[in-house]
């Protein structure tokens, strides 16, 4: 099979590369390891910036995300028994919208249908070759029998996890990491949310958040050890937890119930550098993890594949080669400044086991400082809405 752009991985990345290209008039094919169903069960990221939004409007797959998803206009900072609502919509003009990434991955999956565009899922031993070559392919296995793209380019859009990443030469790759010593103990309800807007909460017991999918279905974290199994955390020993670490009205309002998911992801930090190698590209979690403190994985994963697909029309349409060989250092900009805004709400936020009271003070001191500072609060305001693409 022949294709000009192989993509590896149909999570948001790749499905949205997908259909960016194919507006550009740029044919693909996409490799999935996974079945379309399990791509789908994975609850991760809820909250979309309003470029990821517009990217979805660019290529028609925004419909429904405007018909369901909810617009916040402000989050809420609760510590030291009171909550503290920052509008981020007055410092900035801008909003966020909760819209479940699963809904995200649908509605790609639905445009790339009605596209008529090949994804071929249950792809077995993906492998990306001579991408330092002008002939690069991408070798896979389906249903026992062996498989070829050859291609101009290929996309590595396939997780922290993935072939590409670990495709490249060591030592033509830089690694960057920190791994927090926590997880983040996530639970889904069909209740109501205890609020209209996220609440991030500082408490001594543990970081805790209040987020949602729907007014109808919750979603919420506790922080917890990185030694915790799920076995150990029975429904109400959650919501338990939970209310302890909530303000007082919060956790009197809170209305629990059964949960539908319940899973608990350990957080890191993690670049790698350069995004480009040859005709190989890395973009999303291929290339970077931050913790979903700052809500910003998945629209990392946007705007990456947004340049990446601008950088490839400029090289059909332009025959100019300036876009591919600026991808890494334009996409790694904006990385670099939101894994270090990640970075920074996860360390006021969560209690690290060696902060000791010197360091707790001086979380609620940051946390003070930024709900009566106008200038403190527009920061986190305009990294926390996205900053611009
Ligand atoms: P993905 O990992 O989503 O997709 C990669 C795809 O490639 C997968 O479908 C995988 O099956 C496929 N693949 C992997 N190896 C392959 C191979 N060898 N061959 C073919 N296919 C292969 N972000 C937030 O903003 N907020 C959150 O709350 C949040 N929660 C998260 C919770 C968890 C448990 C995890 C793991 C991540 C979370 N994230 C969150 C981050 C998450 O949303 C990612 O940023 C987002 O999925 C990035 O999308 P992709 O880059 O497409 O990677
Ligand atoms: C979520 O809704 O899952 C969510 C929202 C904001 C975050 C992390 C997760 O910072």
Redesign the pocket.
């Given at each position: 099979m022949r294709s000009k752009v192989a993509i590896i991985g149909a999570g948001p990345a790749g499905l949205l590369l997908g259909q960016l290209l194919h507006a550009c008039g740029i044919d693909n094919v996409i490799l999935e390891r996974q079945t379309a169903d399990y791509v789908l069960g994975r609850i991760?990221?809820?909250?979309l910036e309003e470029g990821t939004v517009g990217l979805l409007d660019e290529v028609g797959a925004g419909q429904r995300a405007h018909r369901e998803g909810l617009i916040h206009h402000g989050l809420e900072l609760a510590f030291g028994g009171a909550r503290h609502r920052i509008d981020m919509h007055a410092a900035t003009g801008k909003t966020v919208m909760?819209y479940?990434q699963t809904e995200v991955t649908l509605d790609l999956m639905n445009a790339r249908q009605q596209a008529g565009l090949t994804t071929i899922y249950q792809a077995a031993d993906v492998q990306p070759h001579d991408f330092d070559t002008d002939h690069p392919r991408v070798s896979y296995v389906k249903d026992g029998k062996a498989g070829e793209i050859t291609c101009d380019f290929i996309a590595g859009c396939d997780g922290f996890h993935g072939v590409s990443r670990a495709s490249v030469p060591a030592q033509a790759i830089k690694m960057f990491e920190r791994v927090y010593p926590f997880g983040w103990l996530?639970i889904l309800s069909d209740t109501p949310p205890v609020s209209h807007e996220?609440i991030?909460n500082n408490h001594e017991r543990g970081f805790a958040?209040c987020?949602?999918?729907s007014m109808h279905r919750s979603?919420y974290?506790v922080q917890c050890s990185l030694d915790d199994h799920i076995d150990q955390w029975p429904d109400e020993r959650f919501w338990d937890e939970l209310k302890r670490r909530l303000d007082q009205k919060a956790a009197d309002e809170l209305i629990t119930g059964p949960s539908i998911e319940k899973s608990i992801a350990p957080l890191r930090s993690f670049v790698a550098e350069p995004m480009r190698f040859g005709r190989m590209f890395l973009a999303g979690d291929a290339s970077h993890i931050v913790p979903?403190?700052?809500?910003k994985g998945l629209n990392l994963a946007a705007s990456d594949v947004h340049y990446l697909s601008q950088a490839l029309r400029e090289y059909y349409d332009e025959k100019s080669s300036a876009g591919i060989d600026n991808y890494s250092a334009r996409a790694l900009a904006r990385v670099w400044k939101a894994v270090r805004f990640s970075w920074w709400m996860t360390s006021m936020l969560h209690k690290f086991p060696d902060q000791g009271e010197f360091g707790a003070r001086i979380q609620l001191a940051e946390l003070d400082y930024l709900v009566s500072s106008k200038a403190a609060s527009t920061s986190l305001s305009e990294n926390y809405v996205g900053l611009p693409l």
């Open positions: 991760r990221a809820g909250l909760i479940g996530g996220l991030y958040l987020t949602m999918r979603r974290y979903p403190t700052g809500a």
